[in-house]
């Protein structure tokens, strides 16, 4: 049908569905920080009412979500009018949108070649802009409808990474500066463990933390939220800026601004498309969220001649990863048990591809959130996934009409013993320990993995088919596996050279130090930290085995918790059996390497992060060698990071140590630290 052709009527009556739908969806994103459906199940609605009104005109109207930005700002906070109009960026979501995006952008100019562009990733966060008038900063702004938006000046000052004067004297009399406001995943995490721990509510993913956050009216309670800045851009300008948008970036961060990390200037489609695939590579690998690659024309001058649709500019374009969270129905909920005895309700799904993978179980973390989520078989619910971590439900998008509340279990479904849930605590706990068949595999599991006894091979299928066949019963059964060497090579998947093998690695497991054997060992709440901490402070097995709460408390990190969970352990006698056994097998489980003086181990107390490709030893060697001059190896930078080893290609963690002021240092530093690797 061409254009100019009238709408049929039940084009008109989808397009008002689609406006009304989409209005509803901005709000609760944009205003309150709410979203009931993912990403790309908004990007699918907003599609399909441009794709009605690119083919009939006539449907578009002037408040129609295809020319507006965002939501009207919270009543609450004094309206900010943007200097420039802070515009959206047009998503393209496969090759063929990128090349088209290319191709309008060399015919808007007239170009035959290959263009520059400025590639960089689409943070998840609140976008912002700061004002800076003689380089201070007198206003901050979110971006609202695009043309206004809501004046948060005061709780953005309170961001570490925000600076409120700029330094140098090359500064413009007038410089707006636009970036997003963000939550680093791990700060994401504890924020919402705590929230748990706390029953308050917590939010569905970081985006939604950082604009929480952000709209506190008291920003005090902004303070106290772990928000960053990474600043992509300008707005409003009043003075010279050197021509090409990537000096521009290098000028602003010798103004001290955070800039947006991993940018880099590409060629052509080919430049931006390898640049995607790498930021996809990586998108797991990073400290903050990102859900795609923006690629901006470089030239500033070739922007001023493509110049802005109503509500986009035409020499920018998002390209967006594949969606992490996708909708689908609840089929079940079961109920599992895991190593310590906490009962988890998991939703079982109809499968759906969530970010590239199949998904068909999703946690739902505890009962209290399981009911306050209101999930119910039958439901049709948002799931979400990131990285390595198990996905979750987010909520509910379609609900059956009876919402039966789960009750916590009396009984444990796996063993039958006794479910408690102590007051104030959130989860709900099996009291079988050992004799529960489910936490058994779970410990097992643990005592075999890689930062705790790391016994290659040992893989979850093996461990089922371990205990399923009888050759093993608790953990200490797998060092008798030698004796029936024929029996475990005829289990399935395995023959004689990968029986050798993981009797090998059990083997090796034997030298392992005492730290590791008691982090091995499964005790609630004791982790790699802390389990060094209990080595070096008793020195013997024996000694944490029989000490008190009163001595336990006196090791740096053990609280009263921690201390009544490792004396209950080694109360039990079941746990005590296991543990003698153990004890049979290696002389390295029952006593701490040698006390060396104060002199040798120079970090103690301080938190140390290695990334990167080093030359002369493995990331694992260093954090052996760092160690061993008392420092605590870490996988995530923060403020309280002493600094960062950085070798070749470092990613993300090099950028957040920039970020917050960690120090970084060179391989070559590290070495003169810690000596050769040989000494």
Wanted: net charge neutral.
């Amino acid at each position: 049908m061409s254009q100019s052709s009238l709408p049929p009527p039940e084009a008109r009556r989808r397009a008002e569905v689609l406006r009304s739908q989409l209005k509803h969806h901005a709000y609760l994103y944009h205003v309150l920080d709410d979203p009931q459906i993912p990403d790309g199940a908004y990007d699918a609605l907003f599609h399909e009412l441009r794709g009605l009104e690119e083919t009939w005109p006539q449907l578009a109207t002037a408040d129609s979500p295809t020319r507006r930005v965002g939501g009207h700002p919270l009543a609450a906070f004094a309206p900010a009018a943007h200097l420039d109009p802070m515009l959206s960026l047009k998503n393209a979501f496969g090759p063929g949108d990128v090349a088209d995006f290319d191709r309008q952008v060399r015919e808007g100019l007239g170009i035959e070649g290959e263009m520059d562009y400025l590639a960089g990733p689409k943070l998840d966060g609140l976008a912002i802009a700061l004002l800076y008038r003689q380089g201070v900063l007198v206003r901050a702004a979110t971006r609202g409808d695009g043309q206004q938006g809501e004046e948060v000046t005061a709780q953005v000052s309170t961001i570490r990474t925000v600076p409120t004067v700029l330094q140098g004297d090359d500064i413009p009399s007038l410089l707006e500066v636009r970036g997003e406001v963000c939550m680093l995943r791990a700060a994401f995490e504890a924020f919402n463990r705590q929230a748990r721990e706390r029953e308050e509510k917590t939010f569905a993913n970081p985006r939604n933390a950082a604009a929480g956050s952000l709209r506190q009216l008291d920003w005090r309670v902004t303070a106290q939220r772990p928000l960053v800045l990474f600043c992509h851009g300008l707005g409003k300008v009043e003075g010279e800026l050197p021509e090409g948008q990537h000096r521009v970036m290098e000028r602003m961060r010798a103004w001290g601004l955070p800039i947006c990390p991993r940018q880099e200037v590409v060629k052509g489609v080919e430049g931006c498309l390898a640049f995607h695939a790498r930021l996809l590579a990586d998108r797991d690998l990073l400290e903050y969220e990102v859900d795609g690659a923006v690629y901006k024309v470089d030239r500033l001058a070739d922007r001023e001649r493509l110049g802005a649709r109503i509500r986009e500019p035409r020499w920018a374009v998002a390209h967006k990863f594949p969606p992490r969270e996708a909708i689908t129905t609840v089929r079940d909920i079961e109920i599992q048990v895991g190593r310590t005895g906490a009962l988890t309700p998991v939703a079982r799904l109809e499968p759906v591809v969530v970010g590239g993978v199949t998904v068909s179980n999703a946690t739902l973390h505890n009962f209290q959130e399981l009911n306050r989520k209101g999930v119910q078989p039958g439901d049709r619910v948002a799931v979400r996934r990131a990285g390595d971590v198990i996905p979750e439900v987010v909520g509910v998008v379609e609900a059956l009409s009876v919402r039966v509340p789960m009750a916590v279990p009396t009984r444990c479904p796996v063993c039958g013993a006794a479910v408690e849930q102590p007051a104030g605590e959130v989860v709900a706990r099996c009291t079988g320990g050992l004799v529960c068949p489910a936490q058994r595999r779970e410990a097992i599991r643990h005592f075999a993995s890689r930062r705790a006894l790391d016994i290659e091979g040992l893989g979850d299928k093996l461990v089922d088919s371990l205990l399923n066949s009888g050759l093993i019963d608790t953990v200490a059964d797998l060092y008798r596996l030698k004796e029936r060497r024929s029996e475990l090579a005829a289990l399935e998947r395995m023959a004689d050279k990968s029986a050798d093998n993981l009797i090998e690695a059990l083997e090796r497991s034997r030298s392992l130090p005492l730290h590791r054997f008691l982090f091995a060992l499964g005790v609630r709440e004791v982790g790699e930290a802390t389990a060094r901490n209990l080595a070096d402070h008793f020195r013997q097995l024996s000694a944490i085995e029989e000490a008190g709460r009163g001595e336990l408390e006196g090791v740096p990190d053990v609280g009263p918790k921690v201390a009544a969970h490792i004396e209950a352990f080694f109360r039990s006698p079941e746990n005590r059996a296991v543990v003698e056994r153990l004890k049979a097998v290696s002389r390295h489980w029952q006593q701490a390497e040698p006390v060396v003086d104060s002199s040798a181990r120079p970090l103690a107390g301080r938190t140390v992060v290695v990334t990167g490709t080093l030359q002369t030893m493995t990331r694992q060697q260093a954090k052996v060698r760092l160690e061993g001059l008392g420092a605590r190896v870490s996988g995530s930078v923060s403020k309280r990071t002493a600094f960062v080893v950085a070798g070749e290609n470092p990613g993300s963690k090099k950028t957040t140590a920039e970020v917050l002021g960690v120090r970084v240092v060179t391989e070559a530093e590290l070495l003169r630290m810690i000596g050769s690797p040989e000494g």
